[in-house]
Structure formats: C-alpha cells, structure tokens
C-alpha cells in the first residue's frame, strides 16, 4: 500500500507518534500541570479572523523579512528545543539543513544534543543560540564565548523557567524519574520501537547533551536530565543578569519568556533588541493565558522600540499571518519542527517550511496584501 503524503501539523504529530518512544513523544507533546495553557495556546489563534479582500492585483507576493538585520524568507525561526536531537539521528543537524534550504534561522538550545562545534561546522550561515542561565557564572560566558566562535549572532536568553513546570506527562513514564522502575519503563517503551532505538541512539550517538558536556561532565547523561537541571539551572537569575549579559554579548539579545507588559518594558529598557512573547509552548505556568491573547497588549507598548517575536500553538501559515496582524515582527515553532522531523526527516521538515510559507502566501493573496509590512491590525476581521 502506498502511504499518504503527510501534509500538516497533525500528520506529522500522527507518524511521530508511531515512530518516537513513548516517554519521547510525550516530553515534546506535553505540557505544564492539566495542560490547559497548552491548549489555550492553540485554541485562541483560531478565534482570530482574518478579512477577506477582493480585486486586488496580487501577482508578485513576497513573503521574506529583515529579522535582526538578516535577511530571510519569512518571518519564522525555529524554536530551540531542549533534547530535539533525539526525534531524528543527530536531529538538530537536519534541523539546521532544512532551516537553510527553506531560508529560515534555526535556534539551537543550550540543552540540544548536537553541540555547537557540530553545527558550526555544518552551517552555512549563522545560526541562533539559545542559552539558560548555569549557576556557574563561569560556564555561562564560555558557552556565549562558544557560540560566538561557532558564528552565532543572535542570542535568545530563556527567562520563563528559573525551575521546571510539572509536566506529570514525564513523571508518568519515568521520563524525570530515577530508579529502576523507570528504567525499565523506558527501556520497554523503546524496545517497542526498534527502528527509533537503531537509527536514533545506535546509529546516531553519542545522545549526550553536545553543548554542555564540555563544561559540565554531568550533562554526558540525558537520563537525568531533570536532575541535571534542577541542580545546574540558577533560580536566582534577576534583572541584573540580563544587564550583565547586556555587557557580555555585542551581538543581537533577545529575551525569550515575556508574558506580561510591564516585563516587556523592563526588557526594552535594559537594552535586549527583541522580545519573544512565550510561556514555554505550555509547559511552565499552568493557568498563565495564551500568546495569542497576550501579543497585542504587549506589541502596543514595546513594538516601535524592539522586535516583537511570538511563539506556542503556531501551526501553519494562517498562524503566521494572525500573529503578525496581531502586532509580531514574527513567529518561532516548536512541536511543529520536531513532528515534521521525526515524522518525515529532514525532507519532511522541508516540506512543512514550504507549506507553511505556501499557506502564508496565500493568506495574503485572500486577503489583499503583498508585502509582509502591509500585514496588521486592518487584516483583522473584528465586527
Ligand atoms: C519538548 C520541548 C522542549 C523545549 N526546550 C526548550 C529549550 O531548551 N529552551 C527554550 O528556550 N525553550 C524550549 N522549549 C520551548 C520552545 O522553544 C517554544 O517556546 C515552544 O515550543 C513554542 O510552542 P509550540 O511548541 O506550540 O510551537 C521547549 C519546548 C518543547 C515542546
């Protein structure tokens, strides 16, 4: 029998599904406590309307953006995702590959497990790097020292997770859990999947934590990798941190976790070129309200002094377009990456970048609009 295509978020979510572990698959599905920030980030974007408009010569579209003065396709980058290397073999190095062959930045996560050192020597044009703030002051400036060498030039400083959210998704399987019972959970959850156990960590090792294992020998284990980060993430990051990193980074600084307007404004004060308006994809604060909801308010008091990124519950095209008429210079995806990786490799993610930028045009094409800039409040339908 020949396989449909698979096309759209949900597609790539349901081959995922077959082909991860099940602990694996829930640590990228889940979210925070009952899970209802999570779905709010989904549900509110499809409350946004959008105006149809006619007789408007919509030959010549163009979807590409300047972001942080690069410029790219369109206005999207890919979120970085703690242990994404493990929905594919060296997962963020086919993430990067696809990312550049669609024209898009792809952001690789403090805890990602390919190293910087590896995808420096892979990319083609430089990438993003996401970093969490270690206690060891001294580990944070050589990994931003690191990165720097690697030819990042934009760094996005995590601030919504000074500790982990409960995901009860991960307890549940023995994801964050030590001892043998949950080792043995996981081990038969990945012997039921013997083509992720070869292709992945057989044929794809090492599954240590690239970035970090060089600093910290610790993070060699992604088995503990909860432990790991309830001893070695700083709950006490502050202001002050951000103007110390302010001081220590010349490149770009985005702050990544700003939910509420008047942190928004503390943010642009202390100097950060952007912002992007997220709560962790739904897994930190249970009970926090959606991005969709949250991104105007915010774009209105600091869009015309920073960039205004947004991220949680983006899923095609459509949803770039609401989020940009809802005041966002653009988006990131997460889950979104990962599906389409794990579900179809690299030229699965290939291909939902191209559908997404598909779906995106002609969002614009419906709705009269040829240049990304044109795309704001007037594109929404609120009567
Ligand atoms: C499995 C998973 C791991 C994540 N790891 C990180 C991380 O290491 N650093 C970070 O800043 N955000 C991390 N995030 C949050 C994402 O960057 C992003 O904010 C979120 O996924 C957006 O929501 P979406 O998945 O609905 O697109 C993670 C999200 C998921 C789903």
Partial sequence: MIRRIPTTFEDFQACSRRRLPRFLYDYYAGGSGRERTLAANRADWDEVRLRQRVLVDVEAIDTAVTLGGEDYSMPLALAPIGLGGMAARRGELQALAASEQAGVPFTLSTVGICGLEELAAAAGRPFWFQLYMIRDRGVVEAVIDQAWAAGCRTLVFTVDLPMPGPRHRDTRNGMAVPGARARLLKLGQVLARPGWLWNVPLRGGPMSLGTMNLHVPAASDPDSFRKWIDTQFDPRVTWDDVDWLRKKWQGRLLLKGILDREDASRAVDAGVDGIVVSNHGGRQLEGADSTAHKLPGIARAVGERAEVLVDGGIRGGIDVYRALA???????????????????????LERMLGNIREELRLAMALTGVKRIADIGPDCLDTE
């Fill in 326 to 348: 809802l005041g966002a210079n653009g988006v990131l995806i997460g889950r979104a990456w990962v599906w389409a990786l794990a579900g179809g490799g690299r030229p699965g």
